[in-house]
């Protein structure tokens, strides 16, 4: 368990990124919740599934908004975009990456936060799509930055390969398969939260649990750059 949690925590090669990147897990099953429950059956950090549901939306079926998964797409795609010039600017540190891009993530996270909390719900279809945008920008970004830190297993949004690898890749050693397990219960608690929050309270509530997700991730990435200088 020791060895475990080493791996999580202080890595030889990752440093603390990888409890970091779970964080963010936790993040996308928030926000991804919050888009779902609120924004009109769309996802702001799963883009497979908003290809499937545009896919919906052209032919009419009852309950997708075509315009909301279309700005979402949109969005994710500028968000990646968005990621170059820091990427380049950050390329020798990766904790430095990591402090930088959740700045900026939180920043439009808590954008999209100020509009749902001076707007009534339901949100109407431009309000839904403009959040919708806003939050895959974020979201958008924060996969591009994953994809750039190359934690095993840990994209923060995309777990299909993580599932997959907890079936075909049955030599892996106990950290792997720890890694992996974390985190799927990482985005679905968060989707539980964030669901929960949603039902009972406001989705802007659940927006705030993203931004304070993200202060914790971008301190903990500051904090972690001295003292883990073999992971950068």
């Known amino acids: ?88 600017r950050r390329q020798g540190n990766r904790f430095h990456l990591m402090r930088d ?34 939050l895959a920008v974020a979201l958008g970004l924060q996969n591009a930055t994953a994809r750039k830190l190359a934690v095993p297993d840990l994209t923060s949004t995309v777990l299909t390969m993580t599932i997959t690898g907890l079936g075909a890749d049955r030599s892996s050693g106990p950290l792997v398969r720890t890694r992996r397990l974390l985190a799927l219960l990482a985005m679905g608690g968060g989707a539980a939260v964030g669901a929960l929050l949603v039902r009972h309270t406001h989705a802007w509530v659940g927006l705030l649990l993203a931004v304070a997700l993200l202060v914790v991730v971008g301190a903990g990435a500051a904090l972690s750059s001295d003292r883990h200088p073999e992971a950068r």
């Open 101 to 134: 891009v959740m700045l900026v993530e939180g920043v439009l996270v808590l954008v999209a936060l100020v509009i749902a909390l001076f707007t009534d719900e339901p949100f109407s279809t431009g309000v839904a799509t403009v959040i919708a945008a806003v």
């Open 1 to 88: 368990m020791h060895q475990i949690w080493r791996g999580l925590v202080a890595d030889e090669k990752h440093g603390s990124l990888p409890i970091l990147m779970l964080l963010l897990t936790v993040v996308t099953g928030v926000v991804d919740a919050v888009s779902l429950l609120t924004l009109g059956r769309v996802f702001v950090a799963n883009m497979t599934g908003n290809v499937v549901f545009i896919g919906f939306a052209i032919v009419d079926t009852p309950g997708y908004s075509l315009l909301a998964s279309v700005a979402a797409l949109l969005g994710f795609v500028a968000g990646a975009l968005l990621s170059a010039p820091i990427l380049k």
